[in-house]
């Protein structure tokens, strides 16, 4: 075995995130492999070699052959030159894969058909028991396949690409000559990216090779845009809203919509369009989200697909009148009825709407009921599934019952809908009606989802002031002030600093909330969402709350276990995905004669 370092490494990268890590930065290993064959079950290594390098200059080479175990196969000999003799006293796996894991340890690993080196690796490591390090990856096939036309490389087999960077080195299938033929193809396929404006690791992993040169002339668009989290808003010439995003790391997500980082035909659209991006900055990425989501649902972007219209949610509505009934809504108002939802589609909640009078028996009709002009019952009274108020079959006690029990459904407890159901589930799965039953199945879990998730946001819609910390990614702390359910302040503590006078700021200059109607009062379901799965994230704390924060003991929160059942058998009944509309591999056309 050997190894040679070229000089010590100043830094060891751990992790590539949305902040963005130039090239020039980023550790590469570019490793290739010797095997008896082609598959991990059936076949070991024979042959590591690996380079180590960065910034184009080279740090370290790793090669070692290693004891398979096997005999190699003749025509593997014949290929490689690997023979048993070589290798029936080199060192076995489980002695050269911890060493070169170490190795290789915080950088990104770069193989000529990836897929097949680092199944490899991972394969071995799963079999001594060898936590795998989750390196990124990167496949210089696949590159070149995106960055060359079929005029410069008519196949992206290593040796031609060898031939056509000139490298110094020429594949043999021998592994450490590949792995330094590879980072020699490696080295030109990243130059020719540099010319196309692909600057960071991020933007390497993300590149598509779709970007037009239109798109690439307007990178300047992202000068000057801010470093750290925050929504950018990309405007026509008229100043109109195009697109409104956010990132925590502005400048250098705007910038990718440049770079060949974006497949997508419409925002590939939108760019075109674009003639300017505005940002604005946030103290960190709740403040980002709660924005972009109060951006969108104001200017409504006609490339934005979600979030546009919160006010087009539907809601389940338990009338407030002598006789109540539920219907479908498009609006919460204050007038003292009973509110679900929202939902996010009419026929989600007409789901559950079922769901509920299979269980209550409510009425279904929209007539105004008077106890002193009666009029003829529907044939749902026939049925058993409604007292007939209408003609005076219950009285207006009577029927107070029956809407407290599904208020209590809507609001408190939704087992006795789902309990309902689930006899009928039985039922029909007795009679072999499986579709049928299905179907009431899918009715109570829009109904049990709904209702667990307007608890969840309920109870945080109703505190009057809840104030919050978490952990910021490059440390320090992030504070939020939350007012009924809306972010109403964000700030940041700087690392080293004293968190009271920030939150003493911050709470001080936050905006002023009152209650709004409804039970998720004055902010809209989707901005407590986030707030909710900002204060689920390890290290939140807790500092002041202002109200109670809790939710129903006997809620749906319970019955979760059969929400993830139900999604499961629904799952298991789905077709095969159709993969029609998955896009073909990318390569630049023929250059024109």
Not at 186 to 215: D, K, M, P, W, Y
Not at 310 to 323: C, G, I, M, R, V
Not at 472 to 487: D, S, T
Request: charged share 25%; glycine share 10%; proline share 7%.
């Amino acid at each position: 075995m050997t190894s040679r370092e070229g000089r010590a490494v100043s830094g060891v990268q751990s992790t590539f995130d949305e902040l963005g890590t130039p090239l020039s930065e980023v550790t590469f290993v570019v490793v290739d492999l010797e095997t008896t064959g082609g598959s991990p079950a059936s076949s070991a290594i024979t042959e590591i070699g690996a380079v180590k390098v960065r910034g184009g200059e080279l740090l370290g080479e790793f090669q070692t052959l290693v004891n398979p175990g096997m005999t190699v196969p003749p025509f593997i000999a014949v290929l490689t030159g690997i023979t048993d003799s070589m290798v029936a006293t080199a060192p076995r796996l489980s002695s050269v894969l911890p060493m070169f894991l170490d190795w290789a340890a915080g950088s990104v690993l770069v193989a000529h058909n990836a897929p097949f080196d680092v199944g490899f690796l991972r394969s071995g490591a799963a079999a001594l028991g060898l936590d795998w390090p989750g390196f990124a990856s990167v496949d210089t096939a696949r590159l070149a396949r995106r960055v060359l036309t079929r005029d410069e490389a008519p196949d992206c087999k290593l040796s031609t690409l060898s031939r056509l960077f000139r490298t110094e080195t020429t594949p043999c299938h021998r592994a450490l000559a590949d792995a330094r033929a590879t980072t020699e193809v490696l080295h030109g396929l990243l130059e020719r990216l540099g010319n196309l404006g692909i600057r960071t690791h991020e933007e390497l992993v993300s590149f598509t090779g779709l970007a037009t040169a239109a798109q690439r002339r307007k990178r300047y668009l992202a000068d000057g845009l801010p470093d750290g989290p925050g929504v950018y808003i990309f405007k026509d010439s008229r100043g109109r809203p195009l697109y409104i995003g956010r990132s925590q790391h502005v400048r250098q997500r705007v910038r990718q919509y440049f770079v060949a980082s974006e497949p997508r035909t419409r925002m590939a659209e939108m760019v075109g369009i674009a003639e300017s991006v505005e940002a604005i900055a946030c103290a960190h990425p709740l403040e980002a989200e709660v924005r972009e989501l109060r951006l969108i649902a104001e200017h409504k972007p006609r490339y934005n697909r979600r979030s546009r219209f919160p006010e087009k949610a539907s809601w389940l509505k338990l009338t407030n009148e002598p006789f109540p009934r539920l219907a479908l809504v498009r609006r919460v108002a204050d007038d003292g009825a009973t509110y679900l939802g929202p939902f996010g589609s009419a026929r989600a909640a007409q789901a559950a709407m079922a769901a509920v009078h299979e269980a209550v028996p409510l009425r279904q009709c929209t007539q105004r009921i008077t106890p002193t002009k009666p009029t003829p019952a529907c044939v749902l009274a026939g049925m058993g599934r409604c007292g007939a108020p209408c003609e005076g079959g219950m009285t207006r006690e009577a029927y107070a019952e029956v809407a407290a029990a599904g208020r209590r459904a809507l609001v408190g407890d939704p087992h006795a809908v789902l309990a309902a159901a689930q006899r009928r589930m039985v039922s029909l799965s007795a009679q072999e009606r499986f579709e049928e039953a299905a179907a009431h199945r899918d009715r109570a879990g829009s109904f049990v989802r709904a209702v667990d998730r307007m608890q969840r946001l309920a109870g945080l819609a109703s505190c009057r002031q809840l104030v919050a910390a978490r952990p910021g990614f490059g440390g320090g702390w992030e504070l939020a002030v939350i007012r009924y359910g809306r972010l109403a302040g964000a700030s940041m503590v700087p690392v080293g600093a004293a968190p009271p006078p920030y939150l003493q700021a911050v709470v001080a200059t936050s905006e002023t909330v009152a209650p709004g109607p409804g039970p998720l009062g004055a902010a809209t379901s989707e901005e407590i969402g986030q707030i909710l799965k900002w204060l689920g994230e390890p290290g939140a704390r807790l500092i002041a709350l202002d109200g109670e924060w809790c939710s129903p003991v006997d809620g749906a929160g319970r019955l979760r276990h059969w929400l993830d059942a139900a999604e499961e058998g629904r799952a298991a009944a789905r077709p095969f995905d159709d993969r029609r509309g998955l896009r073909p591999a990318h390569r630049p056309a023929r250059a024109a004669i």
